[in-house]
């Protein structure tokens, strides 16, 4: 009777791993792809999936011997081309080759392949080829040749080097990212005091409306922020400001002002009374109380909010689009870099690969060493004021 | 001047200003108008921490203020006029012509769907992966992965799955998969009975959300409210109702629709579907977020509960769904709410990944094309307050628990 709950049970669970390991590896797919395709160049894209690329592979390619016109070497009345179907240093190996579609997988690496009239041509496993004819077969293109190859794994950082630093690509990210980073940081750390100070007045001061003012910050907590878009673009023509980035800054910070003193308030409601009274007791002010004391003891609070900020206003569009980009293209940020290699370069996932990936280091950087922050961050949202 | 030298002294600026206004105001107050020395200390006192809370939460009111009241108030100013005769009050006519737009009403229809299905199948999803990672040893690393989306862009995630729907097999996964089914019986499986299975899976689920609803008109005891929460609840439960046979309608469907086998798919083009494969995106990234705080609640349900349960043997499927679910029917609640607050705002997955073709527009979409591409402020206008009031049943929901 155990032995069969004891089987049941530890079935249930082997049952309970391989159902998570599924739905992980369900979740995990999408950005090994892009990760794996960002490695690779567009012709292995094209020729295999990212999937196999981890992987010794077989794939059929069609290559090419070199120009005869330029290359044949005159042996008697044959003439000769030589050298290596794969140019110079490839790790690959030809398993089958042939010199036409129709018989693409005829011979072995070694055999020599009889073409009529005494024009024939040797294929190597390594690629070396030699082609002999006369005068006449020996001219015009190069002899095609139908190859099955083993190709190893192959990765190369080419990708993000042409996103980075390439001087050809007038789509360069760094601007991008320098531009985001400056979008970000300033509208993470400018809105921590207004908010924590008002944060401070109502969870800790007595004063009529307090009730009404925390409903009121409840409500903005919903509010859709492209409510205004319009209005807040319209105010900032008028006074001057126009596209720059203390409009960005601002308008980022309004748009979290809600959810940062719902947070700091729910937070600091929780400090015990008695820290608060007995430092009013030895005659502080609610200033100094509020610095020396509340500030520094919501420190955890602050931090989670400030990641989820930081990340919020990094992979912002919407709010950039609206209030920074203009039509120089100067104020681009990472996410529209990207939206405007969609058009120009769609389908070449070799760039949009690497262009994607770079734009997500930072963040998921932030994400692995803050996760603790992030997570707790938000669930004190989460949870009733 | 370089903006990384000009962010800086912003930043120096805009924190010295802060702490330099809170701090010369509160002296300015203690000192100047109201000093604490002399006959008058005790009243001063008083009048000064009378004033001080204002001074200490007004930047945050004014920017409140200015960046979201008065927005919906200029909204709403906007979409009862006309931007074209010198802001001439038009009275409803924007909503008229609103409400003539076959694209609104694809938007409307559009984000119903995605209302429905996102925030469900996040909370379900979040519900599996809290109960299941909690079970075994490496649940830890399980989290971290389906929570770590939440740190991608929704541009980034958004070229994920672009990747994913790619119409050549050798690219994409999606089409790769495809190709594997032929009609034979795998194809059957997991094309017809799966999806059916779904399908009546979350038909059950409506019915049993309608007779949630609807059993207070049965059982007197449980009648509570007035005639308002009363009507509420028909509503919701002819709602329920109706998806129930909606769904049990389309399992009849997913048998006898023919299906392009053997054919590569532009998955993003496909009418209605399309939306499924967009929705995806934000159940790939916001599933980590449900996870989260579910996993928290199920964490901080009494384990006493739990015990007693299972002395009195309780299965497994009893206790989750007897024991544990009702305790943290709140925070399932709770995010709910949060998941469909979070669809309204969404704008940039529909963005990216169809420019709001294919009849893939939804109202965050509709209102930004709107705005800044047909440079429509009366008509988007008209769609920005149709969007708030989309969302003021969860912003009275907020208030009224934060009470």
């Known amino acids: ?54 992987f010794t592979t077989e794939q059929k390619e069609v290559l090419r011997a070199a120009d005869p016109d330029d290359f044949r070497v005159a042996d008697g ?10 140019g110079e240093g490839s790790s690959k190996k030809i398993t089958l080759w042939g010199p036409s579609s129709l018989a693409s997988d005829a011979y072995v690496p070694g055999e020599v392949a009889d073409l009529g009239d005494g024009e024939s041509i040797t294929v190597q496993a390594n690629g070396d080829y030699v082609w002999r004819g006369n005068d006449d077969q020996l001219s015009g293109h190069g002899q095609r040749v139908f190859v099955t190859v083993r190709a190893p794994p ?14 050809q690509n007038s789509q360069r990210m ?56 319009v209005p807040t673009l319209k105010l900032y023509v008028d006074i001057g400001i126009g596209k720059s980035y203390p409009g960005v ?73 609206v209030f920074l980009i203009d039509n120089t293209g100067d104020n681009i940020i990472l996410t529209e870099a990207i939206i405007r290699m969609l058009g120009p370069y769609a389908g070449q996932w070799a760039i949009l690969s690497a262009g994607a990936f770079i734009s997500m280091v930072v963040p998921l950087a932030v994400f692995l060493t803050m996760q603790r922050y992030f997570a707790r961050g938000l669930l004190a949202g989460s949870i009733k004021g | 001047m370089n903006p990384v030298i000009q962010a800086l002294i912003i930043i120096l600026i805009g ?125 830890n690393i399980a989290r971290t992965i389906i929570f770590m989306p939440m740190a991608i862009s ?37 094309l017809r009975i799966f999806p059916a299975i779904i399908l009546l899976g979350f038909a059950a689920v409506a019915t049993y959300v309608c007779y949630l609803f609807l059993r207070p008109f049965f059982i007197p005891e449980e009648r509570k409210g ?65 996870m989260v705080i579910l996993s928290a609640a199920l964490r901080g349900i009494p384990q006493e509960t739990v015990e007693s349960a299972i002395i009195d043997g309780a299965k497994p499927f009893q206790l989750f769904f007897r024991i544990k679910i009702p305790q943290i029917f709140g925070t399932i609640v709770v995010v709910w709410i949060i998941l469909s607050v979070g669809v309204l705002r969404v704008f940039d997955i529909v963005y990216t990944m169809t420019f709001s073709n294919w009849n893939t527009a939804i109202l965050a979409n509709y209102l930004y094309r709107k705005l800044f591409n047909d440079f429509d402020w009366g008509v988007g206008s008209a769609s920005v307050i149709i969007l708030v009031l989309l969302v003021s049943p969860i912003i009275y929901w907020n208030v009224n628990k934060a009470r």
């Open chain 1, 1 to 54: 009777m155990d032995g069969i709950v004891e089987i049941k049970s530890s079935l249930k669970k082997w049952v309970v791993h391989i159902t998570v390991a599924l739905l992980v590896a369900v979740w995990l797919v999408p950005t090994l792809g892009l990760f794996v395709s960002s490695f690779r160049t567009t012709d292995q894209i094209k020729a295999s999936g990212w999937w196999t690329a981890l």
């Open chain 1, 77 to 86: 009345d044959v003439f000769t081309v030589s050298g290596n179907l794969f």
């Open chain 1, 154 to 167: 192959e990765f190369t950082l080419e990708n993000y080097h042409w996103m980075l630093f390439d001087k």
């Open chain 1, 174 to 229: 760094t601007k991008a990212f320098l531009n985001t980073l400056t979008v970000a940081i300033p509208s993470t750390i400018i809105p921590i005091v207004i908010s924590a100070f008002a944060a401070y007045a109502l969870a800790w001061m007595n004063f009529r409306g307090r009730a009404l003012l925390i409903v009121a910050v409840v409500a903005g907590l919903a509010v859709p922020y492209q409510v205004s878009l």
């Open chain 1, 249 to 321: 800054w601002l308008a980022h910070s309004a748009f979290c002002m809600a959810f940062a003193i719902f947070l700091f308030r729910n937070y600091m409601a929780g400090i015990p009374r008695e820290i608060i009274e007995n430092a009013k007791l030895d005659g502080a002010n609610d200033f100094q109380i509020f610095i020396w004391i509340v500030l520094p003891l919501s420190i955890p609070a602050i931090a989670s909010w400030t990641v989820i900020q930081f990340l919020w206003t990094y992979n912002d569009l919407l709010t950039g689009k």
């Open chain 2, 15 to 139: 924190i010295g200003g802060c702490l330099g206004y809170f701090y010369l105001s509160s002296q300015l107050l203690d000192k100047v108008l109201f000093p604490q020395r002399g006959e008058n200390a005790g009243r001063n006192i008083n009048r000064a921490n009378m004033i001080r809370p204002w001074l200490f939460i007004f930047p945050a009111l004014f920017v409140l203020g200015v960046y979201l009241f008065y927005p919906v108030l200029e909204s709403l100013r906007l979409s009862l006029t006309d931007r074209d005769a010198g802001d001439a009050f038009v009275g409803l006519a924007n909503y008229q012509q609103l409400f003539s737009d076959p694209k609104f009403w694809e938007a409307m229809r559009n984000n119903t769907l995605w209302l429905i299905v996102v925030p469900a199948t996040c909370t379900a999803f979040g519900l599996l992966f809290a109960q299941l990672t909690d079970l075994i040893a490496w649940g």
């Open chain 2, 154 to 190: 929704w541009v980034g995630a958004s070229v994920v799955f672009m990747l994913l729907y790619d119409i050549r097999p050798v690219t994409g996964v999606l089409n790769a998969v495809w190709m594997q089914f032929e009609g034979g019986v795998g194809s059957f499986l997991f």
């Open chain 2, 226 to 290: 007035g005639i308002i929460s009363a009507a509420l609840r028909a509503v919701a439960g002819a709602a329920a109702a109706y998806l129930a046979v909606l769904a049990l309608l389309n399992v009849i469907d997913v048998f006898t629709i023919t299906l392009p086998y053997g054919k590569t798919q532009a998955w993003k083009t496909i009418p209605f579907w399309n939306n499924f494969f967009l929705m995806a995106v934000m159940i790939w990234v916001q599933t980590g977020l449900a």
